[in-house]
């Protein structure tokens, strides 16, 4: 039976990925003449990039939770499952924002970014 601080520290995990995840629906359905000019070309990768490290990490701190200390290839499996179709899902609902467009790019961006986001969620899990 779980401890009431384990079941709290779940929720808080899950509630702040869930959080994050709705961050960057929000970002990615913000139409695009509301968008900021950048003066540096493909600064959005970047961003694109860092929205989902930070989601990979949390989703592996969320099922690492989840199994209750386990860490394995299915953790990493489901962690780019989870976050990379989400990342092709934001991508796609762009087809319906105004002023925005999916992107390839993006899709490679998010992608890159939730491997990325594994690798940190890994070392930062197998250094404890």
Known sequence: MLKKSEKKHKILIWASTFMWAMVVLF??????????????????KGVHFFEYVIFAILII????????????????????IIAGLYGILMELCQFFVPGRDPSLGDVAANIGGVVFGMMIGKVMICRK
Request: glycine share 10%; aromatic share 6%; charged share 20%.
């Open 61 to 80: 701190k969320g099922l690492h939770a989840h199994r209750e200390g386990i860490f394995d290839g299915q953790t990493l499996l489901f962690t780019l």
């Open 27 to 44: 970002l990615s359905v913000i139409p695009g003449s509301d968008l900021p000019e950048s003066a540096i070309n493909h600064l959005d």
